[in-house]
């Protein structure tokens, strides 16, 4: 059983700060921003399934300083099935696929971090560093995919963790699933928020010429500055937008999502994302709130605590505003958009914006007629 470490307290400065801005967010200790470096979650506290859990603390002897960075691994894992269904009324399909578990990119508001704690690591720092490949997904995909009761709809990846996050450049995961994708004419929607989606195009542009993929590009901020505090690993704004022509251009539709928009953080630039999403040739922009689901919300309080301390009480207000006086609402139908008048006033701007832009609220619908299951050899004997 591992036993993770919450690492160095803040200076007494930094402390005062934080009691004086919000006081139940000064129950852990944020680590050193030498050991964080390119993260960011700025704590590793233990697992919410963990039995024990350790802190390191300085005894006075510096026995701190000699501590490692947190660096990345990658454990192969062979997964027993790949297409993971679900019914919930908010999301408009019904079964995805996720190669990875974590996600490198390390963005502070990744709804996903809490399924880390299943594993028996740490939402925080541990959800962006202690990485699983899923090694057979090709082969479990065409292995479910050959089923004779399988009846095809669109298959969603990205909406875990990314499909393309840095990893994915060695180990070709997702590449291998768009290619038995295309062998079966089956149609998928990606989410993503790296550029490195282009490196397919060869195979999502003969996807899209039988309607059988859309692309959405996730962009939270133009900000560079920005970007790189809360999701450190991932895509510039600016190369993201160039995938998004890149992509507009060899035919593949494709949503730009403002997403997630933070109160009092990157909500004045809502407009400029979806302008900037019209000029880049897209097809349709969507909009979602922050939510703070579970281990999420001391996460990104923590990180709002290291870099926006001043704010840290005025958007966590707001926050609670959309969130009917709490932190996360997790009702079906207010979950994504919130209530209230920030969270009117926020679908207001976004849909001006659209009809502005010309943008859709929607991607085309994608077809599952041209859905063809390769034949088995004839020796072969079926038992599904």
């Known amino acids: ?3 993770h470490a919450n690492v160095p307290p803040p200076p007494e400065s930094f402390a005062r700060i934080a009691k004086s801005a919000d006081a139940d967010v000064v129950k852990h200790t944020l680590v050193s921003p030498l050991r964080n470096r390119g993260r960011g979650a700025q704590s590793n506290l233990s697992g919410r399934f963990e039995v024990f859990d350790r802190e390191d ?3 006075g002897w510096e026995s701190l300083e000699g501590l490692p960075v947190f660096k990345t691994t990658v454990r192969d894992e062979r997964a027993k099935s790949i297409i993971t269904k679900n019914e919930s009324p908010d999301l408009n399909f019904d079964r995805s696929i996720n190669p990875y578990r974590g996600c490198e990119h390390g963005c502070s508001y990744c709804f996903a971090r809490p399924t880390h704690a299943y594993l028996g690591h740490s939402a925080g720092i541990d959800f962006e560093r202690e990485l699983y490949a899923k090694v ?4 479990k995909l065409r292995e479910e995919l050959s089923r004779k009761k399988y009846v095809a709809k669109p298959i969603a990846i990205g909406t875990n963790t990314d499909p393309y996050q840095p990893i994915e450049r060695e180990r070709k995961i997702m590449r291998q699933v768009l290619e ?14 790296s550029a490195l989606v282009v490196r397919d195009l060869d195979i999502l542009t003969e996807m899209a010429k039988l309607k059988l993929v859309n692309v959405a590009m996730s962009i939270t901020t133009l900000d560079r500055k920005l970007a790189r505090q809360l999701e450190p690993r991932a895509s510039t ?3 993201r937008l160039e995938a998004v022509e890149l992509l507009s251009a060899a035919g593949i539709p494709t949503m730009v999502m403002a997403a997630p928009m933070i109160p009092a953080i990157n909500d004045s630039e809502l407009e400029k994302i979806i302008d900037a999403a019209a000029a880049q040739g897209a097809t349709a922009a969507g909009m979602i709130m922050l939510r703070l689901p579970g281990e999420v919300r001391n996460v990104f309080r923590e990180w709002l605590l290291r870099h926006y301390p001043d704010k840290l009480r005025h958007v966590l207000n707001l926050v609670r505003d959309v969130r009917s006086g709490r932190d996360n609402d997790p009702r ?5 958009t919130g209530e209230g008048p920030y969270a009117y006033q926020m679908q207001r701007r976004f849909e001006l914006a659209l ?14 007629d041209h859905f063809c299951a390769p034949e088995a050899p004839e020796d072969q004997l079926s038992l599904f």
């Open 1 to 3: 059983m591992p036993i």
């Open 57 to 59: 603390f300085d005894d």
């Open 136 to 139: 057979n997904a090709a082969e």
């Open 180 to 193: 038995v994708l295309l062998e079966f004419k089956h149609p998928v929607t990606i989410v993503t928020k």
């Open 237 to 239: 704004p600016s190369k």
């Open 332 to 336: 079906f139908g207010s979950r994504m």
């Open 355 to 368: 009809n502005r832009t010309g943008l859709k609220k929607r991607l085309p619908h994608l077809r599952s």
